[in-house]
């Protein structure tokens, strides 16, 4: 996979070449290009934003210099949006993602999306975001998806690339060696995981539950299934209505207090 950023802090991105992402760059599993705007500047100043039409706070960013950028990004032979093998693989057309507080929210399921992707080119936004003709115009040659990592405004789009970026990566094959898998993890089957213990036994006056260790493999699985019922119960009930349910989840959820929703 390989993962362009365009930006006007390439500095930010620093930690897609750190630890595990880091690792994956030297394994070859990903390539890592980050872009400064400002290259695709004209002006002495290199500027990249103006005024807004319509009046308001803040500055826009440009559409020439974004134009440009993409433009050289993601050539129009290399979009496969009507020509060439990629025409019939979406999985090989480049994605481009653009983070804004406005977008569809970013999820696990995104990201196991986006893992199967060969190419995705970021745009991170600055000041009162990218003028809306960019995505508007990029979106009628190749895949464009503005999404939002969470309903709150953050002062740029470089550190939701990250966020999307390591959500992304630690899913490809290789680059969480031999740490468990992540379909245990949080979402993956639709649940929060449940609490984890290592050693002492006992850590200022607080044991390890029992059956954790009984050796009972089923009682164990059980166990971890249940806490993860009760932490999503409490946290996020929200999930339990599109999560897999066995029977014997939903006794547990019934002890809970928590029932179906109708319908
Ligand atoms: C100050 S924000 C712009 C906010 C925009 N005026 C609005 O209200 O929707 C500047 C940039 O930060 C990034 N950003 C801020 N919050 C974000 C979020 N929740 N998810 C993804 N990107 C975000 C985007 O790249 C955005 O263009």
Same mark, same amino acid.
């Given at each position: 996979? !390989? +993962?362009?950023?365009?930006?006007?802090?390439?500095?930010? +991105?620093?930690? +897609?070449?750190?630890?595990?992402?880091?690792?994956?760059?030297?394994?070859?599993?990903?390539?890592?290009?980050?872009?400064?705007?400002?290259?695709?500047?004209?002006? @002495?100043?290199?500027? @990249?934003?103006?005024?807004?039409?319509?009046?308001?706070?803040?500055?826009?960013?440009?559409?020439? &210099?974004?134009?440009?950028?993409?433009?050289?990004?993601?050539?129009?032979?290399?979009?496969? /949006?009507?020509?060439?093998?990629?025409?019939? *693989?979406?999985?090989?057309?480049?994605? /481009?993602?653009?983070?804004?507080?406005?977008?569809?929210?970013?999820?696990?399921?995104?990201?196991?999306?986006?893992?199967?992707?060969?190419?995705?080119?970021?745009?991170?936004?600055?000041?009162?975001?990218?003028?809306?003709?960019?995505?508007?115009?990029?979106?009628?040659?190749?895949?464009?998806?503005?999404?939002?990592?969470?309903?709150? &405004?953050?002062?740029?789009?470089?550190?939701?690339?990250?966020?999307?970026?390591?959500? &992304?990566?630690?899913?490809?094959?290789?680059?969480?060696?031999?740490? !468990?898998?992540?379909?245990?993890?949080?979402?993956?089957?639709? /649940?929060?995981?449940?609490?984890?213990?290592?050693?002492?036994?006992?850590?200022?006056?607080?044991?390890?539950?029992?059956?954790?260790?009984?050796?009972?493999?089923?009682?164990?699985?059980?166990?971890?299934?249940?806490?993860?019922?009760?932490?999503?119960?409490?946290?996020?009930?929200?999930? /339990?209505?599109?999560?897999?349910?066995?029977?014997? *989840?939903?006794?547990?959820?019934?002890?809970?207090?928590?029932?179906?929703?109708?319908?």
């Amino acid at each position: 996979m !390989r +993962l362009d950023v365009v930006t006007v802090f390439p500095d930010y +991105l620093a930690p +897609l070449r750190l630890a595990l992402l880091g690792r994956a760059v030297d394994r070859g599993i990903i390539e890592v290009g980050v872009h400064d705007l400002r290259a695709w500047t004209h002006d @002495v100043h290199k500027s @990249v934003d103006d005024t807004p039409f319509g009046g308001g706070p803040g500055m826009v960013m440009r559409p020439t &210099v974004w134009g440009d950028a993409l433009d050289d990004l993601v050539p129009q032979t290399d979009t496969g /949006l009507t020509t060439g093998p990629a025409a019939s *693989d979406p999985d090989s057309r480049p994605l /481009l993602i653009v983070p804004t507080p406005a977008g569809r929210p970013f999820s696990q399921s995104d990201a196991h999306r986006y893992a199967r992707r060969r190419r995705i080119v970021f745009a991170c936004g600055r000041y009162e975001g990218i003028d809306q003709r960019v995505v508007d115009e990029a979106s009628e040659r190749m895949d464009v998806e503005e999404v939002s990592i969470g309903d709150y &405004v953050l002062i740029g789009g470089e550190v939701a690339v990250l966020v999307i970026a390591e959500a &992304v990566v630690r899913l490809l094959p290789g680059v969480l060696g031999n740490r !468990r898998s992540h379909e245990e993890d949080s979402f993956s089957d639709g /649940l929060l995981e449940g609490p984890s213990y290592t050693r002492p036994e006992i850590w200022r006056d607080r044991p390890v539950p029992d059956v954790l260790k009984s050796g009972d493999h089923a009682r164990i699985a059980r166990w971890r299934r249940d806490e993860s019922l009760r932490r999503t119960a409490e946290r996020r009930p929200d999930l /339990l209505g599109g999560a897999p349910l066995s029977a014997a *989840d939903l006794q547990t959820l019934a002890e809970l207090g928590w029932e179906p929703p109708e319908g």
